[in-house]
């Protein structure tokens, strides 16, 4: 943690001149942009509510006596433009969807197999519409070639009903009945240019009760009651169900060729405005207004408290703790942030990681390289010598210090190997490695020094598993692997098992103890280079281990509870699977 810490402060003094304290400060809420947005969009909203309660009380009689007048004229005016509006909506539509299927063949009986994945989706996405039923295919001589969906039969009785709307043609409506509502085709007729390129043409199937619709707010709460005259001559209420008009009509709109719409009206059922609406409308107003400003009041508390909580978590970030998760907020879009700002503090958390390993090892490699040559060579000057000098000594306790130097000679030479292993790795030469002849070889030769601190070696592999690796390198992960749990067994524990077990492409070969375990603060750090809890430690065996592995094709995981023993596993490819690229 403390090369993130001090690897983030380094980076930001030289992208920077100033520090966090030189930053302007983010002030009270007053000036923040949520706070400001909110304040704003509370004024926007009633500004408008306010400026129409005036205007309704100062004109409310006028507006009354206005409405009555003109209760059925207007509506039906504003109704049958609406009618007009949604069929043209969708002619605009149709129109859309004929560009895209210009292919003759899209025309024809077997054209439902000569559309693309792209158009399908197209017209699924079109039928998904509420007032959709699906799209209909006519060949060049009018007659339905397909349907999409094919559920979607047309009955032909209905294609005798053909009305003019602008450029378009509106067919039907079908025959109603309880199974199978009506239904309207929106279709564009054939034109010169389509019967030159001898193509047929496309239509909407529309819900007709979604043309009806347009005119069920004219019959309520009054004395009106609205029947639409379709294209088949059949009288229609405004759910679409077909009815017979037993009143003459009041008044008569034409909505277009042959759709008429009959406006009954009973003068018995009309109904005065009431002076005392007046007043439930201002309180009603007035009511809305408290509710907008509690509900602002409350979002801006809301939203602020989620902000902070994202600023204190990426001054966190900043301050170089890369450690602490981003604290997750609730709410779509503020949880989309958080997250993403937690996946930028893993990847910084990474990249750093990975830049300090690379800084680290090409440190190592020099070092290394330089112990090699300044050191390594006097050493072996020096143990020539006390190899010749023991060998004319007579004195056996000089004898005894001249191998006491011997043993401390091959130590250091130990460390330099070590150390020049994790720097400069030599590079694998892989082969077909038996798991169990390896695991119980190992075995045979950690066996006596198991046997003497009263341990139990047990070996747990199945026949026949191989792996894919370099057997020198495998053979001293395991080895460095087994003599660190016997040495870390010195106070607890009595078994250490060795076993091997196939995954999908790779095997898994661990070394499990049930020794005293590890703390998590240790395990953090474990396998970095130099880190050690040994007083006698380099701190270099688990690094080693852990770049041999990944040299291999392989990775190494540690897994270990305090006081309750330890699990490192290597996981490396299987023979079967990298046999096949030799």
Request: charged share 20%.
């Amino acid at each position: 943690m403390s090369d993130n810490h001090f690897s983030i402060r380094h980076i930001g003094s030289q992208d920077s001149s100033g520090s966090a304290d030189d930053l302007p400060h983010p002030g009270t809420s007053k000036n923040r942009l949520a706070t400001k947005y909110l304040w704003l969009s509370l004024l926007v909203a009633l500004v408008p509510l306010v400026g129409f309660a005036g205007l309704y009380d100062a004109y409310f009689s006028q507006l009354v006596t206005r409405l009555t007048e003109e209760q059925l004229s207007t509506p039906i005016a504003a109704k049958q433009n609406e009618f007009r509006v949604f069929l043209r909506e969708r002619k605009f539509e149709l129109q859309a969807l004929a560009d895209q299927f210009d292919n003759p063949e899209f025309y024809t009986l077997d054209g439902r197999h000569s559309i693309s994945a792209e158009l399908e989706g197209l017209l699924r996405l079109q039928v998904d519409t509420g007032s959709v039923y699906g799209v209909v295919f006519f060949d060049p001589q009018g007659r339905v070639a397909w349907t999409f969906p094919e559920e979607q039969r047309v009955m032909q009785a209905s294609l005798k009903h053909v009305n003019k709307f602008e450029d378009v043609e509106l067919v039907g409506p079908s025959a109603y009945s309880i199974e199978r509502p009506s239904a309207v085709i929106l279709r564009q007729p054939s034109n010169a240019d389509r019967q030159t390129k001898n193509q047929g043409s496309i239509g909407l199937m529309l819900r007709f009760n979604s043309l009806t619709e347009v005119f069920r707010g004219l019959g309520q709460g009054s004395s009106v009651r609205v029947l639409l005259q379709a294209g088949n001559h059949q009288v229609y209420d405004v759910v679409g169900q077909p009815v017979s008009i037993t009143h003459r009509s009041t008044q008569q709109r034409t909505l277009l060729p042959g759709w008429i719409l009959h406006v009954i009206e009973d003068p018995e059922l009309v109904m005065t405005p009431m002076e005392g609406m007046r007043y439930w409308l201002l309180l009603l107003m007035a009511c809305t207004v408290a509710g907008l400003l509690w509900l602002h009041m409350s979002i801006s508390r809301r939203l602020n408290r989620q902000v902070e909580s994202l600023i204190d978590s990426v001054e966190k970030v900043a301050r170089g703790n890369l450690e602490t998760p981003v604290t997750i907020v609730k709410g779509v879009e503020m949880q989309r942030l958080t997250q993403a700002i937690e996946r930028m503090r893993l990847q910084l958390k990474a990249f750093i990681r990975s830049t300090l390993a690379i800084e680290r090892q090409a440190t190592l490699g020099q070092l290394a390289a330089g112990l090699a040559h300044d050191i390594r060579n006097p050493l072996t000057t020096i143990r020539t010598t006390i190899a010749a000098l023991s060998r004319r000594e007579k004195d056996p306790e000089n004898q005894e210090m001249m191998a006491l130097v011997e043993e401390e000679i091959d130590r250091v030479n130990d460390v330099l190997e070590n150390l020049l292993n994790f720097a400069r790795p030599r590079d694998p030469l892989a082969s077909r490695i038996d798991t169990a002849e390896l695991l119980n070889s190992i075995v045979i030769l950690v066996g006596a020094s198991a046997r003497n601190q009263g341990i139990q070696l047990t070996v747990d592999c199945p026949e026949g598993l191989a792996v894919w690796a370099d057997e020198g390198h495998i053979r001293q992960v395991l080895m460095n692997l087994i003599i660190n749990a016997l040495e870390a067994m010195s106070v607890k524990g009595s078994a250490i098992q060795l076993r091997a077990l196939r995954l999908a492409n790779e095997v898994a070969l661990s070394v499990s103890d049930d020794g005293q375990g590890m703390p998590e603060e240790i395990q953090a750090h474990i396998m970095e280079p130099f880190y050690t809890t040994k007083p006698a430690g380099t701190g270099l065996g688990l690094a080693i281990c852990a770049t041999l592995a990944k040299s291999n094709g392989g990775r190494m995981t540690i897994e270990s509870l305090d006081t309750s023993g330890t699990t490192v596993t290597v996981f490396l490819p299987t023979a079967s699977s990298e046999e096949k690229y030799e």
